[in-house]
Structure formats: structure tokens, C-alpha cells
């Protein structure tokens, strides 16, 4: 089902106009052609089709800052299928391309801050800390750089001692 968001339509309409415009070669316009394609499944919540387009686009693109955006949108299909172990190794493979990539900063640590709730489920008191120790330093990796941002997780670094650590 195509998206009806006047956002995602104007998008596309100005990507389009920007492709015929900006000088760049034909492999550089079949990556940002696929990775649009690529965003529009997902955004359609067909991920197989986002996945396929995005590993094409990915095969495509030589420019470290785009991979890093293919590689954090594979990221967020793994982990809203519940493979969070996937959505990690995509997030952090984002981050190396890309170490001001605040979405995927966030995101590892709402992962990290997921396992350490499981583990202090589990009655693992000292992996859980472990876990949420981590989801703190990416936190605070993606405060520093939208400091206006992420209130919520501001509001439990503080409340749990952990804004000053690491």
C-alpha cells in the first residue's frame, strides 16, 4: 500500500528533482533510489522488500554518511522484529561509519536498557547493571549531541546516579 503522508510524498517528489539536478554518477542515483524504495516498504511495514532494497543500496553507495543511514534503518527492522541482537550489530556498524548518528546512540541504549531489565528479572542483579551502565554511556553520547532531546532518559540517568559515570 503506497503512503498517503504528505511528508513521505513530498520527499519523494523533491528527491526526485534533487537527482535530476545535483551532478552525481548513475551508481550513486540507483543506491538513493533504492534506499527511497527501501524506506518506503518499511514505512509500509513490508520489511523483507525494505531489507532487499537497502542491502542493494548498500552494495551501491561509497559514501561512509549514507551507508551509515542504510545500515541504521536495517538497524530499526531488527529490532522492531524483536532481534535485537541484529538491530545491535546494524546500529553499531551505523556508529563506526558514523559516531554522531544520535538515532543510533539512542537506540543502542534503549536495547542495552531492554537487557538490563531482563537480566534484573532473571535475579542477574550484577549483568543487569552491567547492561544498564551501557545503555547510560550511549545515552549520554546521543545527550551530548541533542542536548534538548530525550528528557525521559535524562530523567533516569539522573535518577539513577548515572549521569556523571563514565
Known sequence: MPSDNFIDKAFSAMSDVVMKVIPTDQKSKDAFKYYRSGMAAQ???NYAKALGNYTEAL???EDPFDKSYILYNMGL???NNGDHE???DYY???LELNPNL??????TGVILHYKGEQAEEAAELDEAERFFDLAADFWKRAI???PNNYSEVQNWLKTTGRVGVG
Open 144 to 146: 551530548k549531541i541533542a
Open 43 to 45: 514505512v509500509d511495514g
Open 92 to 94: 553499531h556498524q551505523s
Open 86 to 88: 541484529k538491530a545491535l
Open 102 to 107: 544520535v538515532q543510533a546512540l539512542y537506540n
Open 59 to 61: 552494495a551501491l553507495e
Open 77 to 79: 527492522i531488527f529490532a
